[in-house]
């Protein structure tokens, strides 16, 4: 992207962006370099595409060309952005959280669906970016909801999520090890009305196959054991005593992985449904607990 650096129209550098990215086989690359020259110019896509007379400046230039090197070298898109939209919020993306997909808003659908009338609280395992727990606490007002991470960097960034949302106080954060984050004695006594999680679940041979877009982002976040299913065994295993009477599970599943969890949620005491995603994919696996 060398003549990126001359003073070239909006047009001119979003054709040379969109060929250098679609060489380096960049799906949408003219949608892409739209977001880049976006963000390099701090502005909207919008307001870029009505002003196609705008002229860049030498440094706008090799910005542009420094970001379009980031992406075609496989660096996510939205790690060059940082920011990610999700059911409305406007999330902040780093390397150390996984980066939400269209997929899991699905999964807030779901877990919407899942919660009684009424008061109610929920509890995100793995909040990462906060994209659940934040969009429940946004879409369902009063309710309460703790979001528990393993990663200290992971929370600081769902924490800035809070913030920058207008949701501080709305979602409660601890640190640690799933169910090990509340302590021997968490202070809902009655238990939880939703346990929510979006676990990893690639096997390691999944996760050497991805893009290298997709490498860029935790590992651990996206390995979910040999199997691809040891965290859904450790969600369900421990469910039941952090649920409340007629309480629910929802957990994102890859799309090969319906049955096996469907069998684990079954072999923990649930009564278990997969739901299949827009793309015709099982994605969810929905389980409730009997009312007893």
């Given at each position: 992207m060398a003549t990126t650096t001359g003073a070239r129209t909006v047009p001119a550098a979003l054709r040379e962006a969109a060929t250098a990215l679609s060489a380096r086989g960049v799906e949408d690359a003219r949608l892409e370099a739209e977001c880049l020259l976006a963000h390099v110019l701090g502005t909207d896509r919008l307001t870029l595409l009505l002003a196609p007379e705008r002229a860049l400046t030498a440094p706008e230039g090799a910005a542009l060309g420094a970001?379009?090197?980031?992406?075609?070298?496989?660096t996510p898109l939205q790690h060059i952005l940082g920011t990610q939209?999700?059911?409305?919020?406007?999330?902040?993306?780093?390397?150390?959280?996984?980066?939400?997909?269209p997929e899991t808003e699905e999964v807030v659908d779901a877990a919407l669906a899942a919660l009684p009338a009424g008061a109610a609280n929920a509890l995100d395992l793995g909040t990462g970016s906060g994209c659940i727990a934040l969009s429940l606490a946004w879409e369902r007002p009063?309710?309460?909801?703790?979001?528990?991470?393993?990663?200290?960097?992971?929370?600081?960034?769902?924490?800035?999520?809070?913030?920058?949302n207008g949701l501080d106080g709305a979602v409660r954060f601890l640190e640690g090890d799933l169910y090990g984050a509340?302590?021997?004695?968490?202070?809902?006594?009655?238990?939880?009305?939703?346990?929510v999680s979006n676990p990893p679940y690639l096997t390691p041979a999944e996760w050497l196959q991805t893009p290298a877009e997709v490498r860029a982002e935790p590992r651990a976040a996206l390995v979910g054991g040999a199997d691809g299913l040891a965290f859904y065994r450790r969600?369900?295993?421990?469910?039941?005593?952090?649920?409340?009477?007629?309480g629910a599970v929802?957990?994102?599943?890859?799309?090969?992985?319906?049955?096996?969890?469907?069998?684990?949620a079954r072999e923990a005491g649930f009564a278990a449904v997969v739901t299949k995603d827009l793309g015709g994919r099982d994605r969810i696996v929905t389980a409730r607990r009997e009312r007893g």
């Open positions: 970001a379009v090197a980031r992406r075609a070298g496989g939209p999700f059911r409305g919020l406007t999330l902040a993306v780093t390397p150390d959280v996984l980066i939400p997909r009063g309710l309460a909801v703790t979001a528990v991470d393993a990663s200290r960097a992971a929370l600081a960034v769902a924490r800035e999520n809070a913030r920058r509340l302590g021997p004695s968490h202070e809902i006594s009655r238990g939880f009305d939703l346990i969600i369900f295993s421990g469910a039941g005593a952090h649920l409340a009477p007629g929802v957990v994102e599943i890859g799309w090969t992985q319906g049955d096996a969890v469907a069998r684990i």
